[in-house]
T-cell receptor
């Protein structure tokens, strides 16, 4: 099936640990994103990658390091996990190629989410 | 700071009624506007996109855009209990960035 997939779906870990979340899309999209959704359901962009290049880094602590080995994959590594990192992390992709306002290719397609709980 | 504002709700409507969801945005340059629906424990899914002033209808859903007032709304006609979810307004501001509102929780009572 064509989709955006993420692994793992659930992640429970202790403070101070390092963990990774993987994302893959087979929609042929050029742009991929990481979003964080907190307990109040506020969905906030963290990173945006276009064709493997980092475009947006929204004042995210440098404990968070995204990596895009190719256009179809965007992984998120988190070092020294803190209690405040507990949230649902969504990967998304879009057809957006140039970041312009006109193309109308900016619809986001979301993965199923990874619920991270830091104890 | 570019923002998207929504009433967090909850908005409660009886089955069969019209649900009206509203959103305002601050960036006048924005050209693309979206409504996503998110069921509890699930990921957001696109319901409607709208790019031009006026109304856009798709089944029971109508999106309305007024760029002069920086206002976008979603009407759900003949509301069903299955419409109960959080509705996220989103605005594409260019530069590969979409800003989401905090969402409005909708409850449709049977």
């Amino acid at each position: 099936d064509t989709a955006v997939s993420q692994t793992p779906k659930y992640l429970v870990t202790q403070m101070g640990n390092d963990k990774s979340i993987k994302c893959e899309q087979n929609l042929g999209h050029d742009t991929m994103y990481w979003y964080k959704q907190d307990s109040k359901k506020f969905l906030k962009i963290m990173f945006s990658y276009n064709n493997k290049e980092l475009i947006i880094n929204e004042t995210v602590p440098n404990r968070f390091s995204p990596k895009s080995p190719d256009k179809a994959h965007l992984n998120l590594h988190i070092n020294s996990l803190e209690l405040g990192d507990s949230a649902v992390y969504f990967c998304a992709s879009s057809q957006d190629r140039r970041g312009g306002l006109a193309p109308h290719t900016d619809t986001q397609y979301f993965g199923p989410g990874t619920r991270l709980t830091v104890l | 700071q570019k923002e998207v504002e929504q009433n967090s709700g909850p908005l409660s409507v009886p089955e069969g009624a019209i649900a009206s969801l509203n959103c305002t945005y601050s960036d006048r340059v924005s050209q693309s506007f979206f409504w996503y629906r998110q069921y509890s424990g699930k990921s957001p899914e696109l319901i409607m996109s709208i790019y031009s002033n006026g109304d856009k209808e798709d089944g029971r859903f109508t999106a309305q855009l007024n760029k002069a007032s920086q206002y976008v709304s979603l009407l759900i006609r003949d509301s069903q209990p299955s419409d109960s979810a959080t509705y996220l307004c989103a605005v594409y501001t260019g530069g590969f960035k979409t800003i989401f509102g905090a969402g409005t929780r909708l409850f449709v009572k049977a």
